[in-house]
T-cell receptor
């Protein structure tokens, strides 16, 4: 069974640009969550999607957005990039049943210059 | 809100030493508890989990017991190996909610 796949693995963008990251969950998983990991703030929850609907959202500005498609694949978008957006962005998928765990992708390393 | 407090690192041990990484939590509900491990340049891998009080999660020689009375989920291993060098994260998830709340992570280095 394939794991969670995130593309691309690495990105370098300029301040003010926008970026789209992609996540393909494990087959059969309908819940996809996104996290930002930085040395200063650690792992922070961005949002969660289930059946194409955002169910939960973390405390991030509106520049951060996401969506989920009917095949459960998800994208997140960051507009008007700032230097502080440089981070490892992790996607996790889960089956969304009681007591199930989340499986993480390898992440996308975004560097804003 | 929910929070996880994790033992500050970094932790450096000799091979075959005993490992404990402390984790305590605050939760409004009755959460599931997890330990994840992150190797350099990688995402998070689930190490073990426990879903109710007194459950013991175990994997690859690591163990942690869900202690509701002390709101703790300490990670232990009897004899560490160099390959255990990584960053370890304690996390919780509320029932019915997919959001994970993580601790700050503990960097573990094992010296041969």
């Amino acid at each position: 069974k394939a794991g969670v796949t995130q593309t691309p693995r690495y990105l370098i963008k300029t301040r003010g640009q926008q970026v789209t990251l992609s996540c393909s969950p494990i087959s059969g998983h309908r819940s996809v969550s996104w996290y930002q990991q930085t040395p200063g703030q650690g792992l922070q929850f961005l949002f969660e999607y289930f059946s194409e609907t955002q169910r939960n959202k973390g405390n991030f500005p509106g520049r951060f957005s996401g969506r989920q498609f009917s095949n459960s694949r998800s994208e997140m978008n960051v507009s008007t990039l700032e230097l502080g957006d440089s981070a490892l962005y992790l996607c996790a998928s889960s089956f969304q049943a009681e007591n199930t765990e989340a499986f993480f992708g390898q992440g996308t390393r975004l560097t804003v210059v | 809100g929910n929070s996880v407090t994790q033992m500050e690192g970094p932790v450096t041990l000799s091979e075959e030493a005993f490992l404990t990484i402390n984790c305590t939590y605050t939760a409004t509900g009755y959460p599931s508890l997890f330990w994840y491990v992150q190797y350099p340049g990688e995402g998070l891998q689930l190490l073990l989990k426990a879903t109710k009080a007194d459950d013991k999660g175990s994997n690859k020689g690591f163990e942690a017991t869900y202690r509701k009375e002390t709101t703790s989920f300490h990670l232990e291993k009897g004899s560490v190996q160099v390959s255990d060098s990584a960053v370890y994260f304690c996390a919780l998830k509320d029932f019915g909610n997919e959001k994970l709340t993580f601790g700050t992570g503990t960097r573990l280095t094992i010296i041969p």
